[in-house]
């Protein structure tokens, strides 16, 4: 599996309290997409899921999986930084 770090990591907000938390490579952004997602199970956060699994797999660079995951952060308005 590979494990390729983003360019520059993207900060979300992790919980109802406003706590933010910064997410650096596919595979945590994997683990958040599936344990902690609070936002809507849309169309977007599946491919997120995607786009990660494909990018820890060797399929994609981390470059797809971090776009992805922007869009669907984005979407569920939990993005701080990118």
Same mark, same amino acid.
């Given at each position: 599996?590979?494990? !390729? =770090? ?7 907000? &992790? *919980?109802?309290?406003? $706590? ?5 490579? +596919? ?15 849309? !169309? =977007?956060?599946r ?5 990660? &699994? *494909?990018?820890?797999? $060797?399929r994609?660079?981390?470059?797809? +999986? ?17």
């Amino acid at each position: 599996m590979a494990n !390729e =770090k983003f360019d520059q990591p993207v900060t979300i907000i &992790a *919980d109802p309290a406003g $706590g933010q938390e910064t997410i650096g490579d +596919a595979a945590a952004c994997l683990d958040f997409l599936l344990r902690r997602w609070r936002g809507k199970r849309s !169309e =977007k956060h599946r491919a997120a899921i995607q786009a990660c &699994a *494909d990018t820890n797999s $060797g399929r994609r660079p981390a470059s797809f +999986a971090r776009k992805a995951f922007i869009v669907a952060a984005r979407e569920a308005a939990i993005l701080v930084t990118s």
